[in-house]
């Protein structure tokens, strides 16, 4: 069972080097994207001599909520594709397993699904708005790159007039009849469905031009590809899905409340408590706290780390849930 990690990173090149170490593993190969706008040398000092492990050297600048995210994805895509591999995990720099290599293995050993979460935009209107309209992000970044950089006074006062009047702007609409879809931008695909991805977009550039404008495309981008397409069905928990639809009203998919938990879409832990209780960042940065929910999680993967918040956390993952003192022969120190 080969696997492939596309990692995406901008920051915490020390936690970057912890990552790749317990990814390392005799069935899986790494790839990394660091964004242009940062200095690579810490990351390549930090990850060393990691087996199996690639960094990209065609690196983009990366801007959020912009087009410049699903093209870093694409690169690490098109390099993995290229080696070949069985199933590819797509994680940030910031991410951690949960599982042991072993269990990661056997579990996408044993599926040929997409774990993919997924919604279509009309059950969710909220999300209406980051299609409509037109939205030049990696031309003016919506916010500061770096820790603690606020956004410039022209890149405020040109983001706050625009959301004030952004309503009376044009409209548009999604091209060729698509059913636009969301979710969450981690996922993991098998290599005939990254195949059909890379070889769709290279025939069909228009589908990249719309999305191009669009807000935070990398929630989107992916979805609406996979779910317009064959490979719609093989998505996990596409029944479930296609049942809650059928079933809860147009006041509770606009409410946004009850919507199936993207964790058991896509198998990444993530906190978003903070959204109602306002207490912890969005997403949390996990600690001591979260270790019954983690250790109680069925997922195989978990985000977002931080190098020293997340230190005591980490070591008693590797401890006790990945078994680091217990990995078999198979595993690559």
């Known amino acids: 069972m080969r696997l492939a990690y596309l990692v995406t990173a901008f920051d915490q090149p020390e936690h970057l080097g912890r990552l ?8 899986a190969r790494i790839y990394i994207h660091v964004d242009a706008k940062v200095d690579i040398q810490p990351f390549l000092a930090s990850v060393g001599d990691a087996p199996r492990t690639r960094f990209l050297r065609d690196r983009v600048r990366v801007e959020w909520m912009g087009f410049s995210q699903v093209t870093s994805t694409l690169r690490l895509l098109r390099e993995a594709v290229r080696d070949g591999f069985d199933h590819c995990v797509l994680i940030t720099g910031s991410d951690y397993p949960i599982k042991t290599n072993e269990q990661i293995t056997s579990f996408y050993g044993s599926t040929r699904e997409q774990f993919i979460s997924f919604w279509r ?7 209406w708005h980051k299609l409509e309209y037109f939205y030049p ?6 916010h500061g790159w770096a820790k603690n ?15 004030k009047h ?21 996922w993991s695909i098998s290599y005939d469905c990254a195949r059909f991805v890379l070889r769709f977009l290279d025939q069909n550039p228009w589908f990249s031009d719309f999305f191009r404008w669009t807000l935070c495309p990398n929630d989107m981008f992916f979805q609406t590809l996979i779910m317009n397409s064959e490979w719609a069905q093989t998505a996990h928990r596409y029944d479930d ?5 059928r079933s809860t009203s147009l006041e509770a998919k ?3 409340d009850q919507m199936l938990p993207e964790s058991t879409f896509n198998l990444r832990h993530i906190d978003w408590s903070g959204e109602k209780t306002g207490d912890r960042e969005l997403p949390a940065v996990l600690d001591l706290r979260d270790w019954e929910a983690l250790r109680a999680s069925p997922c195989l993967f978990a985000r977002k780390f931080d190098v020293q918040r997340s230190r005591e956390l980490l070591d008693r993952i590797d401890g006790e849930l990945r078994g680091a003192t217990r990995c078999s022969g198979r595993a690559i120190a």
């Open 20 to 27: 790749a170490k317990a990814l390392t593993w005799e069935e």
């Open 121 to 127: 935009i009309a059950d969710r209107p909220s999300w």
């Open 137 to 142: 992000v990696d031309l003016i970044s919506i």
């Open 149 to 163: 950089r606020e956004p410039s006074y022209l890149r405020r006062l040109f983001w706050g007039r625009y959301f």
């Open 166 to 186: 952004r309503d009376v702007l044009p409209k548009r609409r999604p091209p060729r009849g698509l059913v636009p879809y969301g979710g969450s931008d981690w």
């Open 241 to 245: 899905y296609e049942e809650w639809s």
């Open 254 to 256: 606009q409410a946004g």
